[in-house]
């Protein structure tokens, strides 16, 4: 199978440091082939900081990919100055190379260089910056590959969860849901399921937005005019969904195995609970594109960028479920061939 391609991140970040150290960590000897897409001097730069020992190997198509320890492959998109590389403190470069290093990576999937994307993370704010006015990865991501439904997972071994809106003040929820948009939401979330994640019948749970369900419309209306109905014509079409339940009691239930993912109405109902359990190794999954996307779920850190503390399990757990995506997309390329 093609190698993953693993951007670098934000330079200023703690992105170019787990990647030094997933390299170079000798208990990963058999970590799916990649190449990591982004500036060469960054990368030095922080091995040099850190006192890591490892090889960096220019990179480009149809090359042989290093996958010994200490080897890093690397397909070069920027030239970033050492002046510009500051921990902690990101500048107009830093946002031009992050940004750059993703277009590439998209670009070499879709040119059949590498199996799937794999991303270290970013600065919202060095995002705008570049010049690209996205709220984050997953709206840069959809717009590269001519998505119109990108669906955000965050996935664990004990926990799974899809969002039905993502970045959005709280107030702007109950306007943003709708029954169709539900509806298109559930799909892909079953159909990823099936497909990316190898389960022949999903049994999915949905969250209601409101505390206990809305109690009968005690608390609320937007149970029985949207997701209701929605759970109703999901089930309809063939697939197995249950709910709306109480968010306060649904996620102890998935995480005890009797879900494979829970729906969520609204960005913290599904991160504060799925942090809880995978903080360190949670993996951040984007659903409805033509290729395969995860990213680490966790921040660029800037407060600690540089000083050799940051964890390596996200990227370790997001690299390896990249790859086990791709692999299943590849057993069935037709059904692949559908999505987004």
Known sequence: MLPLAITMGCPAGIGPEIILKYFSDPSLSLRPPAVVVGDATTLRYYAERLRINIQIVPWQAGDTVQTACNYLSLL???????DAIQPGRPGKATALAMADAIIKAVHGIQQSFFSALCTCPISKEALQESGHCFPGHTEMLAELTSSDNPVMMMAGKTLRVTLATIHCGIADVPGLLGKELLIRLFQTTYNSLQLDFGLLKP???????????????????????????????????????????????IFVKAAQGEYDCVICMYHDQGLIPFKLLHFADGVNVTLGLPIVRTSVDHG????????????????????????????????????????G
């Open 300 to 339: 660029t850190a800037y407060d600690i960028a540089g000083t050799g503390v940051a964890d390596i399990k996200s990227l370790v757990a997001a690299a390896e479920l990249a790859y086990t995506i791709a692999g299943n997309r590849n057993k069935n390329k037709n059904a692949a061939a559908h999505l």
């Open 203 to 249: 049994k999915i749970a949905v969250a209601a937005l409101n505390p206990h369900a809305s109690e009968n419309g005690m608390f609320g209306d937007e149970e029985e005019k949207m997701i209701i109905p929605a759970v109703n014509k999901a089930n309809e079409m063939g697939m197995d969904l249950q709910g709306p339940f109480p968010p306060d009691t």
């Open 76 to 82: 070069e998109t920027s030239s970033l100055s050492l």
